[in-house]
């Protein structure tokens, strides 16, 4: 049994060494088998690699070629263009050298007849001044029997020739002089009425005639309750706010605003509108809208003065003068609106300056100018004549001397240098003298208004002054830390007494100082 077992254990090893050998013997028939088709590709490859190889190389040799080619065609064009640049330049040298030539021979015979008449000139020169010597002799020698035949040298008979003909020339000039004077006398009134004539009716300009009043219109007389407050306190703060007397009587739907200023009367009419309009009246909204309202009329001021001097074509005036214009809008001239006044003065100085061939545009700004001094931001400036007024502020923001010569001289307050002082004189009396334009008595009653606040202001702790009630009253506001009460009723006197010493005036003036205390706070 153990036998057995060992004999079947020895032929499985000797079957399985068997068929390790058999595969072992497969297995390197299949490695030369693939060895040997490794080989036979490889070859395969190198063959046709050089074959690819060979088909490039002639291809690559057959590009360079054309190549060659290509590049020995351009530069043979290159060349050949070079070439016929170069016969092309030899060519226009050669025109040049024998274009140069001919004119060297040209010249050369221009040269030859020059000297030919060179000496051709020189020798008749010599004939000339030999010539002329012969005359200065031959005229020597008859001046030398003149002066025998007639016994007078020939200087004395010169100057008795000159002034011989001195007197004939200025008999004929003052003859001519004399008739052209009296062409002069009788033809002058009558070409000066022309050219007025002709002025006046290329100017057509509306009557401006201010008055002391406005009318404030009101929806329905309930406002009127609304306006007067409380024990008529809004009427008291908005008259001492703006200086304007408001009257409120039984005129349907309306309010009455008295002042002889028209800036006041506008200021106090404006803030009435917004009062109105916003709903809140009371003394502090007051004095805060009549604030707003007196900067809303100064910037109104300078776009009234711009749209002026851009309506009559002026340019160049100076911001501070603009100013003035504008302020002319809220000023008047015996009941004459300034503003109104001056623009008509200007169109009338523009067409006389053309009709007599001067500058219409210079005409023009003295003409807007000459009446600024009547508009002086200080009460210190009244003193001067308006004329000389508005003549030195022209000269202090640049205006020509011509300019500022007519402002001052339209009233005959200085010399007149200038050609335009006449024709702005003539054009203010034209247009003062239009019949509704001005009114004497308005212009006298604003002057004795604007003296009573001036008194006013010349005592001590005055913070402002309103003459209202048409003159017959003159209201005080005074500080109270500097004026106490006793002090108040003292100042209401002796300004009165100023008054009756210093004014001429119909009837009574009322003096009402009135005094007032704040205390006020910020809560922040």
Request: aromatic share 4%.
């Amino acid at each position: 049994m153990d036998n057995t077992i060992i004999f079947g254990i020895a032929g499985v090893a000797i079957g399985a060494i068997f068929g390790f050998v058999i595969a072992k013997m497969m297995e390197k028939s299949n490695a030369s088998k693939l060895i040997k088709n490794a080989k036979k590709s490889a070859s395969n490859i190198l063959r046709d690699a050089k074959s690819e190889g060979e088909s490039i190389k002639k291809d690559k040799m057959l590009q360079a070629k054309e190549k060659f080619i290509e590049l020995k065609s351009e530069h043979e064009k290159v060349i050949s263009s070079r070439e016929r640049k170069m016969s092309e330049a030899e060519k226009r040298t050669r025109d040049k050298e024998s274009q140069i030539s001919s004119e060297l021979a040209k010249s050369k015979k221009l040269s030859s007849q020059a000297d030919a008449k060179q000496k051709d000139y020189n020798h008749r020169t010599d004939i000339l001044e030999k010539k002329q010597q012969e005359v200065d002799k031959l005229h020597k020698s008859q001046i030398q029997q003149l002066e025998v035949i007639s016994s007078l040298s020939a200087e004395d008979a010169k100057s008795q020739l000159v002034e011989s003909l001195k007197g004939e020339a200025k008999t004929e000039a003052n003859a001519y002089i004399q008739g052209k004077m009296e062409e002069a006398k009788m033809t002058a009134q009558q070409d000066a009425k022309k050219i007025i004539i002709n002025t006046i009716q290329r100017i057509g300009t509306e009557e401006a005639v201010d008055n002391c009043v406005s009318v404030f219109n009101i929806e329905n007389d309930d406002v009127k309750g609304r306006i007067i407050g409380r024990e008529g306190r809004n009427i008291r703060a908005i008259e001492a706010a703006t200086g304007v007397e408001i009257i409120v009587d039984d005129t349907p739907e309306a309010i009455i605003l008295s002042c002889f200023d028209s800036v006041r009367r506008e200021i106090a009419r404006l803030s009435l509108h917004k009062l109105v309009t916003d709903g809140r009246i009371h003394p502090a909204r007051i004095e805060e809208v009549v604030k707003k309202t007196q900067k809303q009329i100064e910037q109104e001021i300078i776009e009234v003065g711009k749209r002026t001097v851009i309506d009559l074509g002026i340019h160049g005036l100076n911001p501070e003068l603009i100013k003035m214009v504008g302020r002319m809008k809220y000023r008047s001239s015996y009941g004459q609106n300034l503003l109104q006044h001056s623009r008509e003065v200007a169109k009338l100085c523009g067409v006389m300056a053309a009709e007599l061939g001067l500058n219409p545009k210079l005409a023009k700004r003295a003409g807007l100018l000459h009446d600024i001094g009547k508009v002086p931001d200080a009460e210190a400036d009244m003193e001067t004549p308006h004329a000389i007024l508005g003549m030195q502020w022209a000269e202090k923001f640049g205006e020509k001397p011509e300019v500022c010569n007519a402002i001052g001289a339209h009233h005959d307050e200085i010399e007149m240098t200038s050609l335009l002082s006449p024709i702005i004189q003539v054009c203010d009396a034209i247009s003062g003298a239009r019949p509704g334009a001005r009114r004497q008595v308005l212009d006298s009653y604003i002057q004795r208004l604007k003296d009573l606040e001036e008194i006013a202001f010349g005592f001590q702790g005055v913070k402002k002054a309103y003459a209202i009630q048409a003159g017959r009253e003159l209201r005080v506001i005074v500080e109270s830390e500097r004026v106490n009460d006793q002090n108040a009723a003292d100042l209401s006197f002796s300004i009165s007494q100023k008054i009756q010493t210093d004014m001429t005036y119909p009837g009574q003036v009322k003096v009402t100082v009135i005094r007032e205390t704040r205390a006020v706070n910020i809560a922040k």
